[in-house]
């Protein structure tokens, strides 16, 4: 069994901690590795190494950077299923589509880090009398990034190529329950000696980290309850930090949409890995003129979503990414039902060795279910039917999450009437719409901080004006 290590200053460096713990492929219950938990030790050594390779890297031209990160693009995508294959063993994500989402996250790494070479890191400006002003900005660096388990590879490239572009040097600390992945990504990687290290570990890794004096930017993404603690700290030392936290997206079905093309759509929202997403569609909305026909076809959709290891080519619904995260969805769908909800599909764990789930649809639900007022994380679909789009567009909005939204409809007048909902993306006919260009920030307890093209940039540096009389 492999004892992963961390990557410190360009060296790989066993942990100083004595904590360990063991990392269990969800479809077997197998341990596949032996993670560090972390220590203040192995982050103040982490830091120091990001503090000393900061300079020499802030002073690289930025189209030097920007090529090092498109490099170690190039290399990502041609391990893109290497990658997924990890993925899938540490958190069952099916090997097919992680493959397709890394692929997808090196492409972005290029176009984020693209991005640096038209952004004004120093510009003057005009103002009154004699003289000139010159805005620069500089990296605000190091900087901490502290990504979940459920997609660690896109989430760390999409994090760090704005980062990295900018001149920040970067601490990077997995999930405790991923860390092959992102173990095998710094292999690949080909920057500067402490440009970006790694350390493992959990929640003894990530605290001192987000408290570390150096540090000038936490880039945190997991949930609601830590992102307090981490925008706390960062708030007491007067330092940045950018949160993108928990969500309950909802998704409104509209009057005179395609019930059955519409269904499918929503079943691989609310389904995709098992669920697993940020902005997975978790209620789902239904105006009551299609509701018969749509939650028909839902139900019928969710009996295809095949469960099984991820490796195997034939399936579609992983497991879970441990037995924690399946009991929250238990637990769920127990309240839901226990209080009147109805089970149209999945609903019962089933045999076997494995942290399974099915695919659910529940029907009959209300506002006031564990189902529809906290994340689930896990393949359920909740549907409430509604009366009017209106009706629709105030449940929605009526949650203390703001992630993102979708809208099905072809209506005009609903369309525009969507961009109330109070979220950091809506999407209008299509899940996942955009690309890396788009500006985003979440809402309410979702989280803060505005990343996306310019935004990322602008949160990773720092501006001066210089007053030259």
């Known amino acids: 069994m492999k004892t992963l290590r961390n990557l410190i200053g360009g060296d790989w460096t066993n942990a100083r901690g004595e904590a360990f713990h063991e990392v269990v492929d969800p479809a077997t219950e197998e341990v596949v590795a032996r993670c560090p938990s972390g220590s203040a030790q192995d982050v103040r050594l982490a830091v120091d190494a990001a503090v000393r390779a900061q300079p020499a890297w802030a002073d690289l031209p930025v189209a030097e950077r920007v090529e090092f990160l498109s490099r170690w693009a190039d290399t990502v995508a041609a391990h893109a299923g290497e990658l997924a294959e990890l993925e899938c063993r540490e958190m069952g994500k099916p090997v097919a589509l992680g493959t397709a989402f890394i692929a997808g996250a090196a492409q972005s790494l290029k176009i984020a880090a693209a991005e640096a070479l038209g952004y004004a890191f120093e510009e003057t400006v ?6 000139s002003t010159t805005i620069v900005r500089g990296p605000v660096g190091p900087a901490a990034v502290i990504v979940p388990w459920n997609f660690p590879i896109p989430m760390t490239l999409g994090a760090l190529g704005p980062l990295l572009a900018a001149g920040n040097t970067v601490v990077l600390k997995p999930s405790e329950r991923s860390p092959l992945s992102a173990v095998r990504l710094m292999e690949l990687m080909d920057l500067p000696d402490g440009v970006v290290n790694l350390v493992l570990g959990d929640a003894r890794a990530g605290a001192p980290l987000a408290a570390d004096e150096r540090i000038g930017l936490v880039h945190f993404t997991g949930s609601v309850e830590a992102g307090r603690r981490v925008g706390a700290e960062t708030g007491g030392r007067l330092r940045r930090s950018i949160l993108e936290l928990g969500g309950k997206d909802p998704v409104i079905v509209d009057a005179g949409v395609d019930p059955v093309a519409t269904a499918a759509a929503v079943a ?7 669920g697993q997403i940020c902005t997975s569609m978790e ?28 490796h195997d080519a034939g399936t579609v619904l992983g497991p879970l990414v441990d037995r924690r995260q399946r009991d929250i969805v238990v637990r769920h769908v127990t309240d839901a039902v226990e209080r009147g909800a109805t089970v149209r599909a999945g609903g019962v764990v089933p045999e076997g060795r494995g942290f399974f789930y099915p695919a659910t649809v529940l029907t009959g639900v209300d506002d006031s279910m564990l189902v529809m007022t906290e994340e689930t994380f896990g393949p359920l679909a909740p549907v409430v039917v509604v009366s009017s789009f209106e009706e629709g567009l105030e449940r929605a909005s009526g949650t203390r999450f703001g992630l993102a ?5 072809h209506d005009p007048a609903h369309i525009a009437a969507a961009r109330r909902i109070p979220a950091g993306v809506v999407w209008v006919n299509q899940w996942q719409g955009g690309g890396p260009e788009r500006l985003y920030e979440p809402a309410g307890d979702s989280g803060m901080g505005a ?19």
């Open 451 to 469: 990343t996306g093209a310019r935004a990322s940039y602008d949160a990773a540096t720092r501006p001066t004006s210089i007053h030259v009389a």
């Open 405 to 409: 939204a979708t809208v099905y409809t």
């Open 268 to 274: 691989f929202g609310a389904f995709a890995n098992s």
């Open 283 to 310: 209620r789902v909305y239904v105006h009551q003129d299609v509701a018969e026909a749509f939650v028909d076809a839902l139900a019928e959709a969710a009996g295809g979503y095949t469960l099984g290891d991820g």
């Open 126 to 131: 005009a103002g009154p009398g004699d003289g």
